[in-house]
């Protein structure tokens, strides 16, 4: 995802989302069990109380009304659509999959585990299918059941690109690699379920045949694109409007940009979900237009916490930092924060002239540029988030970025300006969303230490919403001579695929909607993606994502910033809280009560 989830080569889908940089948050730090109260008058839980660790679990009771506030609304409610990492936590209130993200804090929260299911899947032929048998009682919200062709059905969504375009396409591309189904509204077959990679012989079993093994194909499972939908509630490109429930709670009301309130499902049966606890009986969000007024509502006690989870905005954490610290969160988000240099640019063709800017830039710099250590992150110091299985965190740092060469080194810069034939610098553009205010802050710092070891760099501030047509197409890069681009990804799914393929993978590389802006075509990588799709132990998955991770520093596409951090607000009567790996580190919504219900 780039500032907002983006899946494999549906590029397309970055663009939406770009508006939304942040929306996914990664927890790293942390851990222990529940804190309870410790003792604050507030009632809150503590400084980074729910940070990978749940807090005030048992206090949570039934009833009331959960508040949530955001300052924007999802790119859709649509299962088949949605693309902000917030979007796919909040839609479990409302919809199931055959195996979803477990209800837990920390790493445990980005493992799978059943949940329309019977169990996780039985694999067989060498991993290419897998089979699912669904559990008893499962129930739509007028009470009819759930079958293995609704979930077929919903599945089928994603290739209907043409009428339902914006979400994750990881199962349209490992299912059907050729692209010869047509999507469900195109389908020539009676029952409208043609997509031949996938089998319903019975309404409670379901079986998936992939042409090739993939290893992270459960996880894709798991994500909202996986959701079920009944064919006579499909209307299309409204159903983001009202989506039918499978889940405890249903849509009463959706004003798009302004509210959303769902309600019990009284359909909805305990005893048939093994995730969910459904505490409130109602759920409401407010959307505002200045997030000032939204944090003052948050820190009010008029909301419970920001829908969005991209960190209180400056003015709002100060106060929160001063005055109510006890309920705050500090996670490490998904992200990682950098510049990246396409080779197609010169002198950007010449690792040497890209080793000069990662030495030249002042890390400390950016890092206060992006925020500080506390709301900005970590300096980054490799292109692995710190979740993502293989990761090394600041222990991996061949550049020294976060060691001797933490504010930059004008020596090394020019050796490496003498090594690739400019001694005397050179001239280049930074590309720069003008909707980021942080992002603009970083590229001047960039071009504040780059000017003082020869490099001038010119800054282009570009309309952010318009990303896939302008950083996102490599003619337009290259005509416009962006040597450095400044952006930030996270994953999809925890795993070097979900995060890595789109941006290093040349078969990702597009003539819109690109990601892969180094333009990085190394087939040695692209044979480590294809080794770590078919290799199924964890460990071998570990070592592979570690090798790619390495490789890509080793070529010098990147200058990461930071592992980026928030600082996110809890209410005091907030209980069963906690931030989840399967989410980037927000807090998993699908659990959350109230201590004292209203």
């Not at 050729?178 to 509204?185: A, N, S, V």
């Not at 909707?435 to 960039?446: D, H, L, Y």
């Amino acid at each position: 995802m780039t500032t907002q989830r983006t899946s494999g080569r549906r590029k397309q889908a970055v663009a939406a989302a770009a508006v939304v940089a942040a929306l996914l948050t990664t927890a790293a730090c942390g851990g222990g069990d529940d804190s309870g109260d410790k003792g604050s008058k507030s009632g809150a839980a503590g400084f980074d109380a729910a940070n990978n660790k749940v807090a005030q679990a048992s206090q949570a009771k039934k009833g009331g009304t959960l508040r949530f506030g955001g300052a924007q609304d999802a790119d859709s409610w649509d299962t088949t659509r949605g693309y902000y990492g917030f979007m796919w936590d909040f839609s479990r209130y409302y919809s199931r999959q055959l195996v979803t993200n477990k209800p837990a804090p920390g790493k445990e929260g980005a493992t799978v585990t059943p949940d329309l299911a019977t169990d996780v899947a039985k694999v067989s032929d060498d991993g290419k299918t897998y089979t699912y048998t669904l559990r008893d009682g499962i129930t739509w919200e007028d009470g009819k059941p759930i079958t293995s062709k609704d979930v077929k059905y919903g599945i089928e969504r994603v290739w209907a690109q043409d009428v339902l375009s914006g979400g994750p396409t990881y199962l349209k591309e490992v299912l059907d690699p050729k692209d010869e189904y047509q999507g469900p509204y195109k389908d020539k077959s009676a029952d409208k379920l043609g997509l031949k990679a996938i089998d319903t012989p019975d309404d409670k079993t379901i079986v998936f045949h992939l042409p090739k093994a993939n290893s992270d194909f459960e996880d894709m499972l798991a994500l909202t694109s996986g959701s079920p939908v009944r064919q006579d509630k499909d209307t299309k490109s409204k159903y983001q409007l009202r989506p039918f429930s499978s889940g405890p709670y249903k849509f009463e009301s959706y004003n798009p940009n302004k509210d959303l309130t769902l309600v019990r499902n009284t359909e909805w049966k305990q005893a048939s979900d093994p995730v969910r606890k459904a505490y409130p009986d109602k759920i409401t969000v407010k959307f505002f237009t200045n997030a000032n007024e939204l944090d003052q509502r948050l820190i009010n006690g008029d909301l419970d916490l920001d829908i969005n989870q991209t960190g209180l905005s400056p003015q709002g954490r100060t106060t929160a930092l001063k005055q109510h610290k006890e309920n705050l969160d500090n996670p490490v988000s998904g992200f990682i924060r950098y510049a990246t240099f396409p080779q197609i640019v010169k002198p950007f063709d010449n690792i040497h002239c890209r080793k000069a800017v990662i030495y030249g830039a002042d890390h400390v710099s950016l890092q206060t540029a992006r925020g500080g250590p506390l709301a900005g992150g970590d300096i980054g110091t490799n292109m692995l988030p710190p979740a993502v299985p293989g990761a090394e965190g600041q222990s991996y740092d061949p550049y020294e970025l976060a060691g001797a060469n933490k504010s930059g080194s004008a020596a090394k810069a020019k050796e490496e300006l003498k090594a690739c034939g400019q001694p005397n610098g050179f001239k280049t553009t930074i590309a720069v969303r003008n909707n980021k205010p942080v992002e603009v802050a970083t590229a001047q710092s960039m071009q504040a230490s780059l000017k003082k070891v020869g490099i001038n760099a010119e800054i282009d501030q570009y309309d952010g919403s318009q990303y896939g047509g302008i950083i996102g197409s490599p003619a337009n890069v290259k005509k416009k001579g962006y040597g450095i681009i400044i952006m930030g990804w996270g994953p999809d799914f925890p795993s070097a695929q979900g995060y890595g393929a789109p941006l290093w993978d040349s078969r990702y590389i597009l003539e819109s909607g690109n990601n892969n802006f180094a333009m990085i075509d190394d087939k040695s990588v692209d044979g480590l993606f294809d080794q770590f799709s078919t290799t199924l132990d964890a460990a071998g998955k570990t070592k592979i994502a570690t090798e790619l991770n390495h490789k890509i520093m080793d070529g010098a596409y990147y200058l990461p910033f930071v592992f980026e951090k928030f600082v996110n607000w809890r209410s005091s009567n907030l209980a069963n809280v906690y931030t989840s790996d399967g989410y980037s580190g927000m807090y998993d919504f699908v659990n959350l009560g109230l201590k004292n219900p209203k």
